[in-house]
């Protein structure tokens, strides 16, 4: 079940992992942590050409930025209860390591993949003129 449109920061956990469909349509999955108490963590999926590029460039401890829809899949665990799982099915994906020595270049196979500075993730994010009160 779809609930809303997500936008998140967080440190990876671990490398991504890729995987296939049967119509051999990339997907990838990964982790990322979003406190600084390490007991939040998000399950974010991307597919398609944003699947390959996140499994080539984003690395375990990575800080990435994610946009996409927020999803909770429920299922039942071997004692009978249910279990909630968060997960963000990614649309975009911003990597934001400070160091950018190698940076991820615009291009048509990476489009929704970018890099910048940690000093410019605060500046502009939210035009205040939109923000209803």
Known sequence: MTIAKAFVTGIVTKAPEKRFTQNDMAIAGFTINIDTNNETLLRVIAFGQLADTI???????????VEGKLQVNTYKLPN????????ISANAV???NA??????AHSQNNENLVTFNQDEIAQDLIDEDEIPF
């Open 80 to 87: 009978g209860k249910d279990k909630k799982v968060y997960e």
């Open 99 to 104: 160091n950018t020595s190698n940076p991820i």
């Open 94 to 96: 911003e990597k934001m």
């Open 55 to 65: 499994s080539n460039t984003i690395g375990a401890g990575d800080s990435v930025a």
